[in-house]
């Protein structure tokens, strides 16, 4: 399994003229194709309030506006495999999700078995994800959890889901107490003591951990190498380092495991609107750096990395038409 690091499209141009329009039927058939109508809503579905992902698709709904000034946008907080869920179902128009989760769910593997999203399609990647626990100082691993109680997020969190198969690999699954709640809660329950980790997987440095440490005394777990290796094996992480100097108090590197952030459709949506929502998300993606600065990483080494699905015809469009998708 690879180490990996926070850095690690068609010109059309057609002169119509009478005589040349029977020899155009492909150029005319796209120009005919793009014509759909303008889009009423756009659901874009993130992850935890306060989080990269939820001021991601807070981001890109506005962007949208500009391109459709008329369209209604919803953004509303979710999670990883609800998300794709939801995708899948045509429910959600822009899903944010991890590329381990993507694959998973396009393939019918894991959480997804026997029920596989083919209508997933990948609109592009953003950035890096990394997981992060935090724990009360008397706690230095993922073992010292037994007989401890842990907010790792809620049902359809891919945080839930992580944090789960490494206290499961690590032979504790049984002794720790899951405490169900989301991105909101967790500092308090932290502060108060009802738990004694909190994770969440995302961009660093995450707003819920800089939190809890802003308030509470707490560190950083790492996550084992051999865990590292075996979940990735199974699951489709990647090795990641949470570089020192990330959170208040870290004073050295911290191993953990991650993946990317994508952000995904349905096959179904038009391709025009594939196509402008990439485009306009591409050419203002400083207007995402303003929401988080996490997506100070969404550059030309990210943005199609990572996808192991097919993309969207009108997203492929354009990346090929800038050059980055052969």
Not at 102 to 120: D, W
Not at 165 to 170: G, L
Request: aromatic share 8%; no cysteine.
């Amino acid at each position: 399994m690879r180490d990996f690091g926070r850095r690690d499209f068609i010109k059309m141009g057609t002169g119509l003229a009478l005589s040349s329009a029977l020899v155009l039927p492909a150029a005319l058939a796209r120009k005919a194709h793009a014509a759909a109508a303008a889009p009423e809503y756009l659901t874009m579905v993130g992850g935890g309030q306060g989080g990269a992902w939820y001021l991601g698709a807070a981001a890109i709904a506005e962007l949208s506006k500009k391109v459709w000034p008329g369209v209604a946008t919803t953004v509303t907080p979710g999670g990883g495999i609800s998300n794709l869920k939801g995708v899948g179902a045509r429910k959600i128009e822009v899903g944010f999700a991890f590329a381990m989760d993507v694959t998973a769910a396009y393939k019918g593997m894991l959480k997804f078995e026997g029920k596989p999203v083919k209508n997933l399609r990948a609109l592009m990647s953003t950035n890096g994800a990394y997981l992060s626990t935090v724990a009360k100082p008397d706690i230095k691993s993922y073992a010292d959890l037994a007989g401890k109680s842990s907010a790792p997020g809620r049902a359809g969190m891919t945080g839930l889901a992580s944090f789960e198969r490494i206290i499961a690999e690590m032979g504790v699954a049984k002794d720790v107490k899951i405490v169900n709640t989301g991105y909101g809660e967790m500092s308090a329950l932290f502060q108060d003591n009802v738990v004694q980790s909190a994770t969440v997987i995302g961009s660093i440095p995450h707003p819920v951990v800089d939190e809890i440490l802003s308030v509470s005394e707490g560190h950083l777990l790492p996550v084992d190498d051999a865990v590292a290796d075996a979940l990735g094996k199974a699951f489709n992480y990647e090795k990641v380092t949470i570089p020192a100097g990330t959170f208040k108090g870290q004073d050295k590197d911290v191993p953990t495991i991650g993946s990317v952030t994508q952000v995904t459709t349905y096959a179904e949506m038009p391709d025009e609107w594939a196509y402008n929502i990439v485009k306009t998300t591409w050419e203002n993606r400083k207007r995402l750096v303003q929401a988080h600065k996490a997506y100070g990483e969404f550059g030309e080494e990210i943005a199609v990395k990572g996808v192991r699905i097919p993309f969207h015809p009108g997203a492929a469009q354009y990346w090929k038409e800038i050059g980055l998708l052969k």
